[in-house]
């Protein structure tokens, strides 16, 4: 994500008296290992759903965040092709 694509974000949101930073951490996102947690799956295994467009998520630096409400790719893939894991 851009600084300008966040900028357009927050005022598209009406997110501008909205506390987006708590205790150095984005308020509503997880990282990458909350997220490995909350699927139970690997960190290796979250990067590889990012990587593949199945999980949305923010590259910061070297790090990734997702939405803690995010739902587990698992479902969608399964409910677009029929095929269960």
């Not at 205790?23 to 979250?46: Q, Y």
């Not at 759903?49 to 999980?55: R, T």
């Amino acid at each position: 994500m851009t600084g300008k694509e966040l900028i357009l974000y927050i005022l598209q949101n009406n997110l501008e008296n909205t506390v987006v930073l708590e205790d150095g951490f984005f308020v509503g996102f997880m990282n990458e290992e909350e997220a490995a947690l909350k699927f139970g799956v690997g960190v290796a295994t979250i990067r590889a759903w990012y990587s593949c467009k199945w999980l949305k998520g923010t590259k910061i630096g070297d790090s990734l965040y997702f939405r803690k409400d995010a739902a587990d790719p698992r479902i969608t893939i399964k409910m677009e092709t029929g095929y269960e894991q």
